[in-house]
């Protein structure tokens, strides 16, 4: 994985008069080609990292159909999208801090992720 890879739970921006469950259903199949149903809220996190200052929301996810293949990120004017990849804890953890999403550095485990309620800042 080069020094441009970033590992990180499918998801993106909201749109317009769609809810967060909507949209996330909606990036799941863009991103992933995996149909998904939405379960239970469990977390928030704010990044404020210039120029970007973003805040995202962590729904429980239940696979429904379809088939893990690399698909598209409509947000981009080019298509970052490189791999998509079921990867153990293990392995995500193996990666370089800086390749992989915050939620990373303040859950060392599985079970840690889990837990996460609430609101957290990344930094």
Do not use: C
């Amino acid at each position: 994985m080069g020094a441009d890879h970033f590992w990180a739970p499918p998801g993106g921006g909201i749109d317009y008069e769609a809810s967060a469950e909507d949209s996330l259903i909606k990036e799941f199949r863009e991103e992933t080609g995996l149909n998904v149903s939405v379960g239970d809220f469990l977390f928030a996190t704010e990044l404020i990292k210039p120029p970007l200052h973003g805040i995202e929301l962590f729904f429980e996810v239940h696979f429904k159909s379809g088939k893990l293949q690399v698909g598209h990120d409509p947000e981009t004017k080019i298509n970052i999208l490189k791999e998509v990849a079921f990867k153990s804890y293990e392995e995500i953890l193996a990666m370089p801090p800086t390749h992989r999403h915050g939620i990373f550095k303040i859950a060392a485990s599985p079970f840690e992720l889990r837990k996460l309620r609430g609101y957290t800042r990344l930094l």
